[in-house]
């Protein structure tokens, strides 16, 4: 069982950075690959940016591609997602989620654990 817990949402204007943070539980974290997906009101789930775990490969959606960065810090099992010059369709909750062999995709059904989400709100 794997536990993970976001931070860092909040209410921003457009332009600002945030920096979000996916908490995960137990020692085989590292060998997880993580992503951050999001879901905008009235709209699917959309893939926003996945680290792989052991070569730390990273893999960003087109729509913010150049303003986000996802890195991880496997002493803390923690990985984070830096978005700047954020833009009002960034609004969303935004969720991490485990892939536990491994593998970096953008297919929500792929990861095995979600945490609760954290919600990000950018106005003009």
């Known amino acids: 069982q794997v536990q993970l817990v976001e931070s860092g949402g909040g209410s921003v204007r457009a332009g600002d950075s945030l920096r979000l943070a996916c908490a995960a539980s137990g020692r085989w974290f590292p060998w997880y690959s993580v992503a951050w997906f999001r879901r905008a009101p009235g709209k699917g789930l959309e893939f926003v940016a996945g680290i792989k775990s052991n070569t730390y490969k990273t893999d960003y959606a087109e729509s913010v591609k150049g303003r986000s960065t996802i890195s991880r810090d496997n002493d803390k099992n923690t990985v984070y997602l830096q978005m700047n010059f954020l833009k009002s369709e960034d609004t969303a909750v935004y969720s991490c989620?485990?892939?536990?062999?491994?593998?970096?995709?953008?297919?929500?059904?792929?990861?095995?654990?979600w945490g609760q989400g954290t919600q990000v709100t950018v106005s003009t």
């Open positions: 989620a485990v892939n536990r062999r491994g593998d970096l995709t953008g297919v929500p059904e792929l990861y095995e654990y």
